[in-house]
């Protein structure tokens, strides 16, 4: 995509304690995406972050769509890097919450389009005498977003993955599916056989449709190609790598596959965080109920000292 296919528009602001936050919107070929801009109370240049969301129905402030997971988890961490003197940028992807109207049909949309519409960001505020650097910060599917669209955009200077897988999305999804009875294990593997291959399976039984059904391949397909400890090796500007040590969607070992892949980045497990960023004791979704459902409960604050820490240094 051109950069002068984007466009920003102011549509709204208001202050809080220590920051101003302004609404904003990338125009792209296919609709309109909006972010929220949060800038912190300075008159000096400050780095620029650029928060990713990661997969399903997860907006720009960390909660899911139509459900009860209300967690405000990359609100609070705007927010928090805000009181650090670091602006953040973080957005509804195309396909959610005020960015509905972007998303094209399903069998139209690529890994890619997430990819070009994070770096088209990271090339809008380029040159903006405001921040004093660029960064993305993507969070679990987001993490692969960022680290290739930060390959994409001269912009980024910097790049922070929070807890983001070190593997291909199809060796996770056979490990998600290992609880199930071994047909159902051989068949997902074999369709993504079929897939990394860049081929279209036309039969697909009715109980894996939910995730292999015909629309959705090409998506699917698009996603395969990218290995995140591949692309997290390939980066050329500082790197930080943060994960819980009580995420139950994302395990550390995924965090130790990244750094090992890049191990002159910065690396830190973060004690008692757990998928949305906020504290846990324990290891299992009934515990940690409380943490997804609540948008009260704090963020680590570990994670935004790491973060800002980072950050200011550049």
């Not at 609709?31 to 912190?40: D, K």
């Not at 040159?127 to 987001?142: K, L, M, P, Q, V």
């Not at 910097?158 to 996770?172: K, L, Q």
């Not at 939910?210 to 050329?236: C, D, G, H, M, T």
């Amino acid at each position: 995509m051109k950069k002068a296919l984007f466009a920003i528009i102011t549509l709204l602001f208001f202050s809080t304690a220590h920051a101003v936050e302004k609404n904003i919107i990338l125009t792209t070929p296919t609709g309109e995406i909006h972010g929220m801009l949060l800038m912190p109370d300075s008159e000096e240049p400050c780095p620029l972050v650029i928060i990713i969301a990661g997969s399903g129905p997860t907006d720009m402030n960390g909660n899911t769509i139509g459900s009860e997971l209300q967690n405000n988890s990359f609100k609070m961490l705007a927010e928090g890097l805000a009181t650090k003197g670091i602006a953040s940028m973080r957005y509804d992807k195309r396909g959610i919450g005020k960015s509905q109207a972007a998303m094209m049909s399903e069998e139209e949309l690529r890994f890619e389009h997430y990819i070009d519409d994070a770096a088209a960001w990271a090339d809008m505020f380029s040159g903006d005498e405001r921040f004093s650097t660029i960064a993305i910060a993507g969070h679990s599917e987001g993490s692969l977003i960022g680290m290739v669209a930060a390959q994409k955009s001269t912009a980024v200077k910097a790049y922070i993955s929070i807890a983001g897988c070190g593997r291909p999305a199809h060796e996770v999804i056979e490990e998600q599916l290992r609880p199930q009875p071994e047909q159902i294990r051989n068949e997902a593997a074999a369709i993504n056989r079929e897939l990394l291959q860049g081929r279209i399976v036309e039969d697909v039984p009715n109980y894996l449709a939910a995730l292999y059904r015909k629309s959705v391949q090409p998506y699917l397909i698009s996603w395969f190609r990218y290995n995140p400890a591949k692309e997290i090796a390939k980066l050329k500007i500082p790197v930080l790598i943060l994960q819980g040590d009580k995420d139950i969607q994302v395990g550390v070992k995924e965090a130790e596959r990244l750094y090992l892949a890049r191990m002159f980045s910065s690396f830190y497990i973060i004690e008692g965080m757990n998928h949305v960023l906020k504290h846990c004791e324990g290891n299992d979704m009934l515990s940690q109920l409380e943490a997804y459902q609540s948008p009260t409960m704090p963020i680590k604050q570990e994670l935004i000292e790491h973060i800002a820490r980072f950050l200011l240094d550049r």
